[in-house]
T-cell receptor, first 116, second 114 residues
Framework: AQKITQTQPGMFVQEKEAVTLDCTYD???????LFWYKQPSSGEMIFLIY??????QNATEGRYSLNFQKARKSANLVISASQLGDSAMYFC?????????????FGTGTRLTVIP | DAGVTQSPTHLIKTRGQQVTLRCSPI?????VSWYQQVLGQGPQFIFQ???????GRGNFPDRFSARQFPNYSSELNVNALLLGDSALYLC?????????????FGPGTRLLVL
């Protein structure tokens, strides 16, 4: 089974509007971390936000917030007040603590296009 | 502060050749991980090194190898290149090997195998 599932290959949003990018995960490890990265066409993966499995509150970083629903195993990224520079690929990723390593499992990504 | 750096930025090789990719982590970071990102897919984990020791290995053939140096920089080697090895190779660094450390990625090396 896929550890990270992103079901939206592409999303469009009007500039200044909010958008939600979906992510569901699958793990039996009680301790895990969820990450969102942005990948512009240049290729570099830019860290956006992190949510730990034991965190009580949803993570927020500026215009980014993570809607963490543990029972549903979902970790959706919400981008508020979209900007043209937000157009990029967005990847959800998970790290499982039980592996003893820090490797990330990535989804297939969502391409976000911000329309002026 | 400098981020993760990788060299070269682009590389073209032919089948059967060998390639070495290099990565320098963020200053103070002791863990380096390598990922392969094939076009249209998310990155896939290849290796993690911490304090010069291998801490994790993904599902890649033995043609892939890596090492970490005393200054925490790292090299990824791929032998007997196949067409399917064409990808963006990403290096990521973190301070520790575990514990929820955020990994910060470099710009990647784009490898094309002809």
């Amino acid at each position: 089974a896929q550890k990270i599932t992103q079901t939206q290959p592409g999303m469009f949003v009007q500039e200044k509007e909010a958008v939600t990018l979906d992510c569901t995960y699958d793990t039996s490890d009680p301790s895990y971390g969820l990450f969102w990265y942005k990948q512009p066409s240049s290729g570099e993966m830019i860290f956006l936000i992190y949510q730990g499995s034991y965190d009580q509150q949803n993570a927020t970083e500026g215009r980014y917030s993570l809607n963490f629903q543990k029972a549903r195993k979902s970790a959706n990224l919400v981008i508020s007040a979209s900007q043209l520079g937000d157009s990029a690929m967005y990847f959800c990723a998970m790290r499982e603590s039980g592996t003893g390593a820090n490797n990330l499992f990535f989804g297939t990504g969502t391409r976000l296009t911000v329309i002026p | 502060d400098a981020g993760v750096t990788q060299s070269p930025t682009h590389l073209i090789k032919t089948r059967g050749q060998q390639v070495t990719l290099r990565c320098s982590p963020i200053s103070g970071h002791k863990s380096v991980s390598w990922y392969q990102q094939v076009l249209g897919q998310g990155p896939q984990f290849i290796f993690q090194y911490y304090e010069k020791e291998e801490r994790g290995r993904g599902n890649f053939p033995d043609r892939f190898s890596a090492r970490q140096f005393p200054n925490y920089s790292s090299e990824l080697n791929v032998n007997a290149l196949l067409l399917g090895d064409s990808a963006l190779y990403l290096c990521a660094s973190s301070y520790r090997a575990t514990g929820g450390e955020t990994q910060y990625f470099g710009p990647g090396t784009r490898l094309l195998v002809l």
